[in-house]
């Protein structure tokens, strides 16, 4: 089955700063990647995701990147603001959702 | 955008009584939907797939009779927690496809058994 990893697994920031969040998986069978942010005691909630055929999506702040050869996906987060602190969960779909162990992303002010 | 009502978003129940968890999709039809538990500090755990119609799939480890799971329409499928333990304590989340790609997650129900 499919094996996402997901790196790194706490990451702070000054506000302002860039964040960059890296995930790999095994499946090439895999066609669709989304990102969730999660806040304390609340279900995930999709931020933004991509497919298998296209290379680079960005939503405002947020961007993700897929390399397809080499099995990995980022996301970036640039002008960081401590309201994007929460966990962040990369996602990959090959018929059903395998998801990463998550980022816990500090942005202090 | 597709929404998915999760509910009840917290319960507290005794030590073996059984406790329904509902999802809903509101304004699409979900053929699939899927349940996860989730551990403080972790990531989601995929329990099982529910399909409207027929019987659940459940991952290796997850006792099918302990978490009762029924898809009966398009919009809904509930997780029952059958004579709960504090160890199933934990936060219960749903999520279904609307499409050969999008998924939505539920806002996650909070189960404590005491």
């Known amino acids: 089955g499919e094996n996402v990893e997901q790196h790194p697994s706490t990451l702070s920031v000054q506000e302002g700063d860039s964040a960059v969040i890296k995930c790999t998986y095994s499946?090439?069978?895999?066609?669709?990647f989304p990102w969730y942010k999660q806040e304390l005691g609340k279900g995930p909630q999709l931020i933004i995701d991509?497919?298998?055929?296209?290379g680079e999506k960005k939503d405002q702040r947020i961007a993700v990147t897929l390399n397809k050869t080499a099995k990995h996906f980022s996301l970036h987060i640039t002008e960081t603001q401590p309201e994007d602190s929460a966990v962040y969960f990369c996602?990959?779909?090959?018929?059903?959702?395998?998801f990463g162990d998550g980022t816990t992303l500090t942005v202090k002010p | 955008g597709a929404v998915v009502s999760q509910h009840p978003s917290w319960v507290i129940c005794k030590s073996g009584t059984s406790v329904k968890i509902e999802c809903r999709s509101l304004?699409?039809?979900?053929?699939?939907m899927f349940w996860y538990r989730q551990f403080p500090k972790q990531s989601l755990m995929l329990m099982a797939t529910?399909?409207?119609?027929?019987?659940?799939?459940?991952e290796q480890g997850v006792e099918k009779d302990k978490f009762l799971i029924n898809h009966a329409s398009l919009t809904l499928s509930t997780l029952t927690v059958t004579s709960a333990h504090p160890e199933d304590s934990s936060f219960y989340i749903c999520?279904?496809?609307?499409?050969?790609?999008?998924?939505?997650f539920g806002s996650g129900t909070r189960l404590t058994v005491v």
């Open positions: 996602g990959a779909n090959a018929g059903k959702s395998t």
């Open positions: 499946d090439s069978a895999s066609n669709y």
């Open positions: 304004d699409f039809q979900a053929t699939t």
């Open positions: 999520s279904a496809r609307q499409s050969n790609f999008g998924y939505t």
């Open positions: 991509i497919r298998s055929n296209v």
């Open positions: 529910s399909n409207e119609g027929s019987k659940a799939t459940y």
